[in-house]
């Protein structure tokens, strides 16, 4: 866990001061595999080999070097398979891009960033829906990953990233056949469904709790789907809760609620307090095996 716990520092260090490095997440090559995959017979057997046969290579490779060379190869393995899993935008610079654009049409340009990749209609500038994809968008760009590297290692970071594209990415998700395109989307909604409890939990912790767990009772209470249901839009409903409950205590940058940049701005404060959460979790994991 220590390893792990030095990845994630070093992968968000790197991310945040050598930006430029974006380009090297390049998933081109999954289009040969998701054609191999569309060859198969079956839904099932077309994405193991589609998703399988490439995380199998990464188990693999992170198994070989494990325990060697006092760890530093592994260390080298994580950080290089956690940076490129991770984004591939920036969240950070996204919504920087947002606050700093000169008028009222290029905010709103800007803010296209954050949508959801499956959403085919513009992004309204508003706070609601401001909040909302924010959120989205660090479940899928970062806490996703994290958490299931934490979990499983890199392959759970890239098993993660892959299913991710191959259900939201238009020019994946596309080119897949009906029947595997639905299992791709139930895989990456099984893939999303722990962490975003995780980040409601964490939020619970950063924000205000009350107001979270009422929150999360009335969407499944309203939706009618029960608490097992792959269904992550709670997430956008505590994360409004969340920035209404910094808003109305004064702990954020909002002063208007109904002012979609800084409702924005809150919503990022609330993403950096979850992240420190995170961090202080595995960091007291690490801690305590280290005593122990």
Not at 99 to 124: I, N, V
Not at 267 to 287: D, E, S
Request: hydrophobic letters at 55%; charged letters at 20%; a negative charge.
């Amino acid at each position: 866990m220590a390893i792990v716990f030095a990845a994630i520092v070093l992968v968000l260090l790197l991310a945040h001061f050598a930006p430029e490095l974006q380009r090297l997440r390049n998933f081109a090559w999954l289009r040969g595999w998701q054609e191999q995959g569309a060859a198969q017979s079956s839904a099932e057997l077309g994405m193991l080999v589609t998703i399988g046969l490439p995380a199998l290579v990464c188990l693999a490779v992170q198994l070989a070097l494990s325990g060697s060379a006092f760890g530093v190869p592994s260390l080298v393995f994580d950080v290089a398979v956690l940076f490129y899993c991770l984004g591939p935008r920036d969240l950070e610079r996204d919504v920087e891009a947002v606050d700093k654009a000169p008028d009222a049409d290029r905010r709103t340009e800007a803010a296209q960033a954050l949508k959801p990749e499956e959403m085919d209609t513009p992004l309204p500038f508003r706070a609601e829906p401001l909040v909302e994809a924010a959120f989205t968008a660090a479940l899928r760009r970062v806490f996703g990953t994290l958490f299931w590297f934490a979990v499983l290692g890199p392959v759970g970071a890239l098993l993660c990233r892959l299913a991710q594209r191959l259900a939201y990415t238009p020019d994946h998700a596309q080119a897949l056949p009906a029947a595997q395109q639905s299992l791709a989307e139930k895989f990456a909604r099984l893939a999303d469904w722990l962490p975003a409890h995780l980040i409601a939990l964490s939020l619970a912790v950063a924000s205000d709790f009350d107001a979270v767990l009422k929150t999360w009772r009335d969407y499944h209470a309203a939706h009618g789907n029960g608490y097992w249901c792959l269904d992550a839009g709670f997430l956008g409903a505590i994360a409004r809760a969340s920035v209404d409950a910094d808003v109305e205590a004064g702990d954020g940058h909002a002063v208007d609620a109904c002012d979609p940049l800084a409702e924005l701005d809150d919503a990022m404060t609330l993403i950096r307090r979850v992240l420190i959460v995170w961090l202080a979790l595995i960091a007291v994991i690490v801690i305590s095996g280290a005593v122990g």
